[in-house]
């Protein structure tokens, strides 16, 4: 059963709608009444639920998610690894806004698929649909967006990354990490890395893209010392277990294209503009 309050889960599917509405529309903004039309609300409602979100306009907002955004983003809003790296991004501190601390499993004990392993799960609101959280007693070891995949996809998916570990159903002892993690409280959010030293890597490297900002898949490799490893790299984004935390949708490819994304692209496109507009907001 999913942990999502109507409201919340509401904003999401209103997103959603409007990423579909857009795309079939074009480049071209569609002005405040039209949209909200097509949302079935008033104009003021609409405005509300967007400011309330994300704190910019529709129309702001709606330039976010135009498809162009991620090369302006690449163009304006790069960030070189190493050089974040050397501001001590990459261990334990502030990263994107969230506290965080990481270790990771020893390469022995990821060898063993989790045997001996006790995760526990639950169903969680996000400002992205709901949200499937997993964890250890050291940290979140796992984050899925299932609002495109399904949430019976999205359990399948998480548990068949540690397919020997044992499970139970706990989101009491997960729900402080989580709601700290989307912001929802304060406090601290550890995380647990499961997976093998390659992808370590890769994810560390992904915890220096501060929020609001983004890199590419051969600046990731050229931090970790692989530079000839883009395709390598680009397949350990894509298998980080921890959405958002691990903030592998501020990943592109060279051209300024999306890539993929493992929960869905308009869950990336989604990030990417929460994240833009919440930095303008602040600013």
């Known amino acids: 059963m999913t942990d999502q309050s109507p409201e919340t889960a509401y904003h999401y599917a209103v997103i959603r709608r409007a990423l ?9 903004p569609m002005p405040l009444d039209a949209l909200a039309a097509e949302m079935h609300m008033s104009p003021a409602h609409f405005q509300r639920l967007f400011s309330k979100w994300v704190g910019v306009s529709p129309k702001r907002y709606q330039q976010y998610l135009a498809l162009g955004h ?4 690449l163009r304006d809003r790069f960030t070189t690894l190493e050089t974040s790296g050397q501001l001590g991004l990459s261990g334990s501190g502030r990263l994107h806004d969230l506290f965080l601390r990481w270790e990771a499993m020893s390469p022995g004990d990821y060898a063993r698929h989790g045997a001996g392993l006790k995760i526990a ?11 499937l959280a997993m964890g250890t ?8 967006f299932a609002a495109e995949t399904g949430e019976a996809a999205a359990m399948d998916d998480m548990r068949a990354r ?27 959010t550890p995380l647990y890395l499961i997976g093998a030293p390659f992808q370590i890597k890769v994810w560390e490297a992904l915890l220096a893209i501060p929020s609001g900002q983004v890199t590419t898949y051969s600046e990731i490799a050229e931090t970790i010392g692989r530079p000839r490893a883009v395709r390598a790299v680009g397949t350990a984004v894509g298998r980080n277990p921890i959405s958002w935390l691990i903030p592998c949708h501020r990943a592109l490819r060279k051209s300024g294209a999306l890539g993929g994304y493992h929960w869905g692209l308009p869950v990336k496109r989604a990030l990417l503009a929460y994240e833009a507009a919440r930095a303008e907001a602040s600013a």
């Open 137 to 144: 007693d050291r940290g979140i070891c796992g984050i899925a």
């Open 20 to 28: 579909d509405i857009l795309d079939a529309t074009g480049a071209e």
């Open 70 to 73: 991620a090369k302006e983003m």
């Open 162 to 188: 540690w397919p020997k570990a044992t499970y139970r159903e706990d989101p009491a002892a997960l729900g402080p990490w989580v709601r700290a993690a989307f912001g929802q409280t304060g406090g601290p």
């Open 121 to 131: 799960w639950g169903w969680f609101d996000s400002p992205f649909g709901p949200a």
